[in-house]
């Protein structure tokens, strides 16, 4: 039987998007209608942007560890989160975590390193792009990574925060994602973007970004999928 998938989610369009595609992508694997076992914990999202906002990660890893203890008393065998922000409190939740972690950034990164690209562009909240949540991962396989400007950071995290999380999507801000991301090509010699926020990719795909892109949600799904049927 496949392992039973745990979601510790943060955002719901974005967790919504992880259990869909694990889901949808499933069936070829397993058959019509089959997927493995999932289960989803979600606190408030405000209960995780309060702590977030006075830069308390070590509160915010209480909260994941609060989710993975429910989750693995649901059954789950593993735990996934589609959430790359709060990945920065991931040092707290590993080694007590009663349950193991794929880590989205470590996902990416691999798959990054399997297609070949050497120089990332970075997208998602402010709190996610000024962290080491993917520099970590990056530079330990030798891909180099650039950031956004300041005011563009501000900007992206205005609509994740103020649109995306709520469902919205506005073709403007599809433009300005894309002028940014241009940019980064341009400037930078960026040679594909990471969707560092799990809604983005609900905006952005190969098909309208300027650069190749590597999907955070989608990519951390597969893995989670791949892992649940060995």
């Keep these: 039987m496949p392992r039973h998938i745990g979601i510790v989610a943060c955002s719901a369009e974005g967790a919504a998007l992880c259990y869909r595609t694990i889901?949808?992508?499933?069936?070829?694997?397993?058959?019509?209608?089959?997927?493995?076992e999932i289960s989803l914990h979600s606190h408030s999202l405000a209960d995780y942007m309060a702590p977030i906002e006075r830069g308390d990660w070590a509160a915010v890893g209480e909260l994941m560890l609060s989710s993975a203890n429910k989750l693995k008393a649901a059954g789950a065998d593993f735990l996934i989160c589609p959430d790359n922000t709060i990945h920065q409190a991931m040092h707290y939740v590993d080694g007590r975590s009663p349950l193991p972690w794929l880590h989205i950034a470590k996902v990416v990164a691999d798959e990054a390193t399997r297609r070949g690209y050497r120089r990332l562009a970075l997208t998602g909240t402010r709190w996610l792009v000024e962290s080491g949540v993917y520099p970590e991962q990056?530079?330990?396989r030798g891909i180099e990574?650039?950031?956004?400007?300041?005011?563009?950071?501000?900007?992206?995290?205005?609509?994740?925060?103020?649109?995306?999380?709520?469902?919205?999507?506005?073709?403007?801000?599809?433009?300005?994602?894309?002028?940014?991301?241009?940019?980064?090509?341009?400037?930078?010699g960026c040679d594909a973007v990471v969707l560092g926020c799990t809604e983005i990719p609900l905006i952005l795909s190969d098909e309208n970004s300027p650069l190749p892109t590597l999907d955070s949600t989608r990519l951390l799904a597969r893995a989670a999928l791949k892992k649940a049927i060995g």
């Design 23 to 36: 889901c949808a992508e499933a069936a070829p694997l397993l058959g019509p209608h089959a997927h493995p």
């Design 145 to 188: 990574y650039c950031r956004p400007k300041a005011e563009e950071r501000a900007e992206i995290a205005r609509i994740i925060m103020d649109e995306l999380v709520y469902g919205i999507f506005k073709p403007e801000s599809v433009a300005y994602f894309q002028q940014v991301i241009a940019r980064l090509k341009d400037e930078s």
């Design 138 to 140: 990056l530079t330990e």
